[in-house]
């Protein structure tokens, strides 16, 4: 037993650390990296915010501001959970150690982070809807924002499925209304905790929920012009913390 059936020349083989990273980290896929072009979007009280991708040199500014969320005191409408799994996921997209993920921020006009979304890609076929989290609530910010995710997975990427879960009441209500329908559970098994998969397929993005987006003025504008895009560089965590209605 783990002995070679023929002599080996040597008794120890040295592996170096940039050998093995290649093996923990994968290799990326240009495809899902595809750039999202920006928006620009009025909240329902009337402030104009910015949507765009977030870079991983931007991370840090992220986890400090969902490191607070990381306490018992927000054990309300799920920001406990939803702030410890985001945190994780934006630090393994950081370091390397969360398959093709992208991840997408809503900021002021300053650059001060309002709301963060984030997915991955399964294959060429389907996205996984990762989480949605706003930092500033009551402005329809959430549901713009996980919109945008949406959009990046069918019209940017081109998969043909969206995979979604939802842990909190006001999660699921951006499901209903966003008209996701369920696999057959538990045969179908969303990797957030095993829970149903809730899904919307290119058809029903293009013909029902991208109308309904746009006619609720959820769906943002483009262009974004350069000029506004580079204040929101660097992105600043958010000052204060407006989560409770
Ligand atoms: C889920 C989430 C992203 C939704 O964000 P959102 O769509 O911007 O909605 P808000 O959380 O700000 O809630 C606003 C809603 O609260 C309700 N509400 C209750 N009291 C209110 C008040 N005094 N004023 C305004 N709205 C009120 C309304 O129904 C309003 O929605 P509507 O105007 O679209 O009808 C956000 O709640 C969030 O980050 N939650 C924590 C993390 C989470 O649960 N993420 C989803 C799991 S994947």
Same mark, same amino acid.
Do not use: C, F
């Given at each position: 037993m783990g002995k070679p059936q023929v002599p080996i020349s040597v008794t120890d083989l040295k592996f170096s650390i940039e050998d093995i990273e290649d093996f923990l980290s994968g290799p990326v896929n240009p495809k899902f990296q595809t750039p999202y072009v920006p928006k620009l979007w009025k909240t329902k009280d009337g402030d104009e915010v910015i949507i765009r991708e977030a870079k991983k040199e931007e991370a840090e500014a992220m986890l400090q501001t969902l490191k607070?969320?990381? =306490?018992?005191?927000? =054990?309300r409408d799920f920001y406990h959970l939803v702030g410890v799994r985001t945190y994780s996921e934006i630090l393994a997209w950081a370091q390397n150690r969360i398959k093709d993920s992208y991840v997408i921020v809503v900021t002021s006009p300053d650059g001060e982070r309002q709301s963060i979304v984030n997915h991955r890609f399964w294959d060429d076929n389907v996205a996984i809807s990762l989480h949605t989290i706003t930092f500033k609530r009551k402005s329809n910010l959430g549901i713009m924002a996980y919109a945008s995710k949406i959009e990046h997975a069918f019209d940017f990427v081109g998969v043909n499925e969206w995979w979604a879960t939802f842990e909190s009441p006001f999660g699921f209500r951006m499901g209903f209304r966003y008209v996701h329908t369920t696999k057959p559970w538990p045969q179908v098994q969303h990797e957030l905790g095993g829970s149903r998969v809730y899904y919307i397929d290119r058809e029903t993005w293009n013909n029902v929920v991208k109308p309904k987006l746009k006619e609720r003025n959820l769906f943002g504008e483009r262009p974004v012009s350069e000029e506004v895009l580079k204040k929101t560089y660097p992105l600043k965590p958010t000052e204060k913390l407006e989560v409770e209605i």
């Open positions: 607070q969320l990381i =306490d018992h005191k927000y =054990d």
